[in-house]
């Protein structure tokens, strides 16, 4: 019998709410940094963030944001994809995946609990 662990809602509490000029259907699921105070904006090739969106408003005024907890399975750049254990990690492509930022210690470390080069997804903690 094959068994496979799951990390979905671990360590996860609530969303928190920021002002953005998010695109509620566009941009669902992608890394954000803070660009002003109490607001978000899309995380730039190559810079840190502080989560993920994961539900925009109706009006594209607020954007609810995971910035704790386990993120399973998330897209990773081709030959980027960050390692098992602690690794730096950036936003990259229009903050839809994410790679390993090398040969720094200014980024965060992220511990990545699942690294998977053939689908090029990671499992990381925020």
Do not use: W
């Given at each position: ?9 671990i360590?996860?509490t609530?969303?928190?709410?920021f ?37 925009i ?8 944001v ?6 399973e ?18 936003a990259?492509?229009?903050s839809?995946t ?8 200014l ?5 990545v609990?699942?690294s998977d ?10």
């Amino acid at each position: 019998m094959a068994r496979s662990v799951n990390f979905e809602g671990i360590g996860f509490t609530n969303l928190v709410y920021f002002k953005s000029a998010l695109v509620r259907g566009t941009d669902e699921n992608k890394l954000v940094k803070l660009s002003a105070d109490e607001t978000v904006a899309l995380a730039g090739n190559g810079e840190q963030f502080i989560g993920i969106v994961r539900v925009i408003d109706p009006f594209d005024a607020m954007a609810g944001v995971q910035i704790d907890g386990i993120v399973e399975d998330y897209p990773a750049v081709t030959g980027e994809v960050p390692a098992l254990g602690f690794s730096h990690i950036c936003a990259h492509t229009g903050s839809a995946t994410v790679e390993t930022k090398s040969g720094t210690l200014l980024y965060k470390l992220y511990r990545v609990l699942k690294s998977d080069d053939t689908a090029d997804v990671c499992t990381f903690i925020l």
